[in-house]
């Protein structure tokens, strides 16, 4: 009964929708349709001589008229009514992001192909007949897409199969007679072919650089774990040199401590003794002048005199002229030298912190950024300079805020300070220079050298020690009158460019990079230097003789 049922439901079911026929209709060949689903078929090849019928491909030379059937009308209607069902139960229904079925009348079910001849789309069911008949042998099917008329020019309502090269876009065979005459064109599967290799070859190239950036991933994940020991490493080791520091200070505060109680005890233990002798000798004194003062009151003059002799002699005291050998200072001094060594460990520790901070920020992983190549790009590093009256020699009058210098015949009256050059007329500036920094300096008349320098470079002394590019702690730009030469550790080394008024000077500290540039309309590159920093650098200014005069521009 169930194979003779389903037998029955294929027969009275349309072989384009594959539901049960609506308002059935028989045409010649003796196949049955839905009226609707035979005619929206042949309306789609009406530019064809013919017709056919889609299930045996038999042809019409004249379309046939379409009649409804009514006796198998009233049968799909009695097995309706018996409970007959659809089969379209049995697969899934189209969803909001699906593309739908065109054929579907009831509820639509989910598109699996599209065809670009029929312009609509079929799911699984109604597909079959693509499939099963000839007359579908060359429609072009394509996956489901809710964009098929992208697939029809909307002009002609042609499929494009052309590719114009000349347009970049695909045409229909007719607007090759049209505008895109005498174009370069090419069938759409050939240029997918071409754009395939293409894609090939954009893949491997980006698989290439996949590989290439997961090694530089893989590569950066260990610098990360090194840099990450090598910190922890490096705060472990700070923490224990700290904590012996602390240690040694600990036990020079307790040996202090130790001494000065130790002291307190020998002193007070000389004082005590001191102490007990005089009062030994007062009580003897105190003797004394009772046996002095009943001798004043003897009445016999001849005893009187007879014992004057033996009560009236007194020994000297030895004591007393000790007591006041020196003023009673007592451990003041001590308090004043621990004073002087505290001064002097947070000199030198402010000191060396510039020194500790330095190695910390200097810690720089990934390669360096690229000197600018324009001025433009020099100025985002752009650093005002100004001079510390603290460095500069007795001959060089400062002015302008501290941006000018002037080689002067006569003295300034600058206090004496440590840090004052002495020996050459030259100063240092007020800020130290670390990462990247970019200033510049005039020199209307030359015999100037521009230079950078370590904050402790010799203030006076041996001359080398202290002149600007003459030692390993600066390194100068010679700038006379009408050539260049530079100048470090004592050895020159020739420059060549045309001399102009200002020098820029480009200093990449981490990098270890110092570069001078001549100035004008253009920059110059006059002389660059490669090496390793190990310190904070200061700019400097050396001059030669009386009237010479530099300045610090700031960068416009």
């Not at 439901?9 to 384009?16: K, N, R, V």
């Not at 510049?440 to 320098?453: I, L, M, Q, T």
Request: charged share 30%; with cysteine; aromatic share 8%.
């Amino acid at each position: 009964m169930e194979q003779t049922e389903a037998q029955l439901e294929d027969s009275i079911s349309c072989s384009i929708c594959l539901d049960l026929l609506k308002d059935p209709v028989t045409i010649p060949c003796g196949h049955s349709y839905c009226m609707n689903c035979i005619k929206t078929c042949w309306d789609r090849e009406d530019q064809k001589e013919t017709q056919s019928c889609p299930q045996c491909g038999h042809t019409f030379t004249l379309r046939p008229a379409l009649v409804k059937n009514i006796m198998l009308a009233d049968l799909v209607e009695e097995l309706k009514k018996a409970g007959l069902q659809t089969s379209s139960g049995d697969h899934c229904y189209a969803g909001p992001e699906d593309v739908a079925c065109d054929v579907c009348t009831d509820r639509k079910l989910k598109a699996i192909k599209c065809c670009l001849v029929c312009l609509a789309s079929y799911c699984e069911k109604h597909l079959k007949l693509h499939y099963e008949s000839p007359a579908f042998e060359k429609h072009k099917l394509v996956d489901p897409s809710e964009k098929l008329q992208q697939h029809i020019c909307s002009r002609h309502d042609e499929e494009m199969k052309v590719f114009c090269r000349t347009d970049q876009q695909s045409i229909c065979y007719l607007c090759l007679m049209d505008e895109h005459k005498g174009h370069e064109t090419v069938s759409v599967p050939a240029e997918r072919a071409e754009k395939q290799k293409e894609l090939e070859v954009s893949r491997q190239q980006i698989q290439q650089r996949i590989q290439d950036e997961e090694k530089d991933v893989k590569l950066l994940q260990q610098e990360v774990e090194a840099i990450n020991g090598s910190a922890d490493k490096a705060v472990e080791d700070s923490e224990k040199i700290f904590t012996e520091l602390i240690r040694l200070i600990q036990k020079r505060s307790s040996d202090v401590k130790q001494q000065i109680r130790s002291q307190q005890e020998t002193e007070v233990s000389r004082v005590k003794e001191l102490q007990e002798k005089l009062e030994q000798e007062i009580t003897e004194l105190k003797r004394k002048d009772g046996e002095l003062e009943q001798l004043s009151h003897t009445e016999d003059h001849n005893q009187f005199l007879h014992n004057y002799p033996s009560l009236s002699a007194l020994s000297e005291s030895t004591h007393s002229s000790s007591i006041n050998i020196r003023p009673l200072r007592y451990f003041e001094d001590v308090t004043a030298a621990v004073s002087e060594t505290r001064d002097k460990l947070q000199d030198i520790l402010t000191e060396e912190w510039t020194n500790i901070s330095l190695a910390v920020t200097e810690v720089d992983v990934l390669l360096p950024e690229p000197e600018p190549k324009s001025r433009d790009g020099f100025l985002k590093y752009s650093h005002d300079i100004t001079l510390d009256p603290n460095t500069a020699h007795t001959h060089l009058l400062l002015f302008e805020g501290n941006k000018k210098a002037t080689y002067m015949k006569h003295q300034q009256s600058y206090p004496s300070h440590p840090d004052r050059f002495t020996a050459w007329h030259q100063v240092l500036s007020r800020e130290s220079l670390t990462g990247r920094c970019y200033w510049e300096v005039e020199s209307r008349r030359g015999g100037v050298r521009v230079a950078v320098a370590y904050k402790n470079i010799r203030r006076a002394g041996r001359l080398n020690e202290c002149l600007l590019g003459c030692n390993d702690k600066s390194w100068a730009l010679c700038c006379d009158k009408n050539s260049y030469t530079f100048w470090h550790n004592n050895v020159k080394t020739p420059v060549s460019g045309l001399h102009f008024f200002r020098v820029g000077v480009y200093l990449d500290h981490r990098a270890g990079i110092l570069s001078f540039y001549s100035i004008s309309e253009t920059m110059t590159l006059l002389h660059r230097v490669q090496t390793t920093f190990t310190q904070r650098l200061y700019a400097g200014l050396l001059f030669y003789s009386d009237g010479d005069t530099a300045k610090f521009n700031k960068p416009k």
